[in-house]
């Protein structure tokens, strides 16, 4: 089974330009998370989708991020205009059937990691 | 708000020593416990799991036993390995299924020959 795809793996960008990442879920997998992991801190949820809806976008920058899952599969995240501290690496997840959605665990990429000079 | 605070780190060992990750949390409910770990180079990945107190979580030589008691679930290793060598976040989950996960900071587990 093909795990939770994420590109670019890397990404070096001024501030204040744009960038985009891109998360394609493990297949049949309804729920999809971005998490935002700053070096020395733990994930931090940004957006969680339940299908192509919004569960959970609370702690979302709405001002410079934003985040879309148009047929409830792949989902783009993308930051514009980018600040210094948005630093981080990005993190998608996804679960969803048969005991995964019931024990809570969660299913992650390897992540995009963004340097923001 | 819920929240979780590991030990600091890094935690250095070596090989077969005995590993303890002190991890608390505070939550409203009754949260479903995690430990997640993060090899050099690969995503975070379920290392083990608990839904209720009392249940003790294990899996490849770790075991974490849920207490509510003391809002605890401390990661242990009998005999620690070198490729053990890793950072493991705990983490809780609470609601319904599919609720988002709520992560520590991290420890940076270093483990020499």
């Known amino acids: 089974e093909a795990g939770v795809a994420q590109s670019p793996r890397y990404k070096i960008i001024e501030k204040r330009q744009s960038v985009a990442f891109w998360c394609n879920p493990i297949s049949g997998h309804a729920t999809l998370y971005w998490y935002q992991q700053i070096l020395g801190q733990g994930p931090k949820l940004l957006i969680q989708?339940?299908?192509?809806?919004?569960?959970?976008d609370s702690q979302l920058p709405k001002d410079r991020f934003s985040a879309e899952r148009l047929k409830g599969v792949d989902s783009t995240l993308k930051i514009q205009p980018a600040k210094l501290e948005d630093s981080a690496v990005y993190l998608c997840?996804?679960?969803?059937?048969?005991?995964?959605?019931?024990?809570?665990?969660?299913?992650f990429g390897e992540g995009s990691r963004l340097t923001v000079l | 708000g819920d929240s979780v605070t590991q030990m600091e780190g890094p935690v250095t060992l070596s090989e077969e020593a005995f590993l303890t990750i002190n991890c608390t949390y505070t939550a409203t409910g009754y949260p479903s416990l995690f430990w997640y770990v993060q090899y050099p180079g690969e995503g975070l990945q379920l290392l083990l799991k608990a839904t209720k107190a009392d249940d003790k979580g294990s899996n490849k030589g770790f075991e974490a036993t849920y207490r509510k008691e003391t809002t605890s679930f401390h990661l242990e290793k009998g005999s620690v390995q070198v490729s053990d060598s890793a950072v493991y976040f705990c983490?809780?989950?609470?609601?319904?299924?599919?609720?988002?996960?709520?992560f520590g900071k991290g420890t940076t587990l270093s483990v020499s020959s």
């Open positions: 983490a809780l989950s609470e609601g319904q299924a599919g609720t988002a996960l709520i």
């Open positions: 989708f339940q299908n192509n809806g919004v569960v959970d």
């Open positions: 997840a996804s679960t969803g059937v048969g005991g995964a959605i019931n024990t809570g665990e969660l299913f």
